[in-house]
């Protein structure tokens, strides 16, 4: 009986180190299993305002148009000598009163195709399919390089020859030179400047400038033997129609000592 119940007592006591064994283990294993790093913070979410979006003035007549931008016109023609009525008239006629989808959607007021233009661009149907136009960021530099684009191109030289407030000829000048294909491009320009009487904002300073650097030295000459109309006209950088009509002769024969008024070209 002793015997049995020694046998239990074993028993008993080797199940029990075994459970503590496998209890021990699992233990272990889980202590191994455990991520001891540190759980990450989420960032915070910053928000940021949206950049304001300068748009265009919404244009809604040529009147407006004039309004908006006749004081930029009128700058440029202080720096560059175009006349105010050409820019503002080319600006109505080439971008629709400021309406036109090259206008709208690139700044462009004065159809200006790419070139050699190495900025932002734009494809538009103009006399071919999804031609090239410059993009602007806003219309003050479309003005600006409207500017730039006569003044450094040497096809448009003669226009600074010009008057400043000749806008007749500097519209048949423009065609002329190139700056666009329509041949009634200049009548155009011209009914617009007349109709919204565009010609009040040029100046009117540079007519009597160039009146002044035009005027004759009038001076008289005394017929010598020998002297012909043509001689005397030759000699004066005259033509023997402008020499007779000094004078108000009809014909051709002189006298000598006869005083004749001669007027020599413009040096300038």
């Known amino acids: 009986m002793n015997r049995i119940v020694l046998i239990l007592a074993l028993s008993i006591f080797i199940v029990s180190c075994g459970s503590r064994k496998r209890s021990a283990r699992n233990v272990d294993t889980r202590i191994k299993k455990t991520d001891t790093r540190p759980i990450p913070k989420k960032k915070k979410e910053i928000l940021t305002e949206p950049k304001?979006?300068?748009?265009?003035?919404v244009i809604k007549s040529t009147d407006e148009y004039i309004t908006f931008y006749k004081d930029i016109a009128i700058s440029e023609?202080?720096?560059?000598?175009?006349?105010a009525s050409i820019?503002?008239?080319?600006?109505?006629?080439?971008?629709?009163?400021?309406?036109?989808?090259?206008?709208?959607?690139?700044?462009?007021?004065?159809?200006?195709?790419?070139?050699?233009?190495?900025?932002?661009k734009i494809f538009h149907d103009d006399d071919r399919a999804?031609?090239?136009?410059?993009?602007?960021?806003?219309?003050?530099?479309?003005?600006?390089?409207?500017s730039e684009f006569l003044a450094n191109r040497k096809?448009?030289?003669?226009?600074?020859?010009?008057?400043?407030?000749?806008?007749?000829?500097?519209?048949?000048?423009?065609?002329?030179?190139?700056?666009?294909?329509d041949r009634k491009y200049p009548q155009k320009l011209i009914s617009l400047i007349e109709r919204y009487e565009l010609y009040k904002?040029?100046?009117?300073?540079s007519k009597s400038k160039r009146k002044e650097k035009k005027?004759?030295?009038?001076?008289?000459?005394?017929?010598?033997?020998?002297?012909?109309?043509?001689?005397?006209?030759?000699?004066?950088?005259?033509t023997v129609k402008e020499l007779q009509s000094l004078n108000d002769l009809k014909g051709t024969e002189l006298s000598v000592g006869q005083v004749l008024n001669i007027q020599p070209k413009d040096k300038n």
């Open 201 to 205: 904002f040029d100046d009117k300073s």
């Open 77 to 83: 023609m202080k720096q560059y000598g175009i006349p």
């Open 130 to 146: 999804q031609e090239c136009f410059r993009k602007y960021k806003d219309a003050n530099t479309s003005f600006r390089d409207h």
């Open 52 to 57: 304001a979006i300068v748009k265009a003035p």
């Open 155 to 181: 096809r448009y030289a003669k226009l600074f020859e010009l008057d400043k407030d000749d806008y007749k000829g500097w519209a048949r000048e423009l065609r002329r030179a190139g700056y666009a294909t």
């Open 87 to 120: 820019t503002l008239a080319q600006g109505i006629l080439e971008s629709g009163s400021g309406r036109g989808r090259l206008a709208v959607k690139a700044n462009n007021h004065f159809g200006i195709k790419c070139h050699d233009w190495e900025g932002a």
């Open 215 to 238: 005027e004759y030295v009038i001076a008289t000459y005394t017929v010598v033997k020998g002297d012909t109309l043509f001689s005397i006209s030759k000699k004066h950088n005259l």
